[in-house]
């Protein structure tokens, strides 16, 4: 079975920067969401950005949390092989695991990678 696989997570000072990467590992087949979501010790999950794909390959919409507007970039290449999350200005509560999820129509199934670890601290 695919599995979706992130990249990129470390620790960081405050105000610097990560790009996380997440692929598959085997076929997802054109997934029309490509998410991240992030879960710090003791909390719930949270939705940090997601892309929406429509029916051409240039018709894209982008979503991002509130806690996270203006500092971080969601993008995927154009194949939608890969997903990223390019952070900036990082601070100490965006440490956390961050998870992607991809969503597939057909069939309709939601997958989810195991989680790489950011870790903001000076």
């Known amino acids: 079975q695919a599995q979706l696989v992130e990249s990129g997570g470390g620790l960081v000072q405050p105000g610097g920067s990560l790009r996380l990467s997440c692929a598959a590992s085997?076929?997802?087949?054109?997934?029309?969401?490509m998410a991240w979501y992030r879960q710090a010790p003791g909390k719930q999950r949270e939705f940090v950005a997601d892309?929406?794909?429509?029916?051409?390959?240039?018709?894209?919409?982008?979503r991002y949390g509130d806690s996270v507007k203006g500092r971080f970039t969601i993008s995927a290449d154009n194949a939608k092989n890969s997903v990223f999350l390019q952070m900036n200005s990082l601070m100490p509560e965006d440490t956390a695991v961050y998870y992607c999820?991809?969503?597939?129509?057909?069939?309709?199934?939601?997958?989810w990678g195991q989680g790489t670890q950011v870790t903001v601290s000076s």
């Open positions: 892309i929406a794909f429509g029916h051409t390959p240039n018709e894209r919409t982008a």
């Open positions: 999820k991809w969503v597939t129509p057909r069939p309709p199934f939601t997958h």
């Open positions: 085997g076929s997802i087949h054109d997934p029309d969401i």
